[in-house]
């Protein structure tokens, strides 16, 4: 009876064990996350990108968003970067390229580099590059929504002063 008892208690801690334990920033970026970036909300969209299996995996990684907070981090400038002649593999992302969709962000530049997969750049005030996304498996409304919450919004009067924001295409 005590060895039954003892296997049972060893089985019921290495199963709270693994259920309470969090995966560490090495395990997250193995497994394809940044733990420091990932917020869990972003994990009930794995299932449209054809992602829903690594969903357990994400809860582990991500951050629990507060809710009092409500900021987010806004960039000044931000720059989709992608190569035409990939097109073909990312038509959403031609789809918003093509569309009347990047006029609304007067702080957004296409650029177009061959080979490249499509990625977007962000930027701080200083004109340094602070983070560089992949966008390859992103729908076209997922890009605009992107673009709507991280780009910092024009001035009052529809004008940026600065000169690196007057052109929407390099």
Sequence with gaps: M?????????????????????????????????????????????????????????????????????????????????????????????????SERPSKFKNLQIKYLRGLDPQIKLYNKKGNIVETLSITKWNTDTVTEFFETHLEQENEDGEDDRDYLKTNRI
Excluded: M, W
Aim: contains cysteine; aromatic residues 12%; proline residues 2%.
């Design 2 to 98: 005590t060895y039954i008892s003892l296997n049972l208690f060893v089985l019921v801690t290495i199963c709270v064990t693994l259920i309470f334990s969090e995966f560490t920033d090495q395990d997250c970026k193995d497994l394809g996350f940044i733990k420091s970036k990932l917020v869990c909300s972003s994990c009930d969209n794995l299932k449209e990108f054809g992602l829903e299996e690594k969903k357990d995996h994400c809860y582990q990684c991500c951050q629990k968003e507060s809710r009092s907070s409500g900021i987010k981090k806004r960039y000044p400038k931000a720059v989709l970067e992608v190569c035409t002649c990939k097109f073909g593999a990312y038509p959403q992302i031609q789809a918003f390229i093509k």
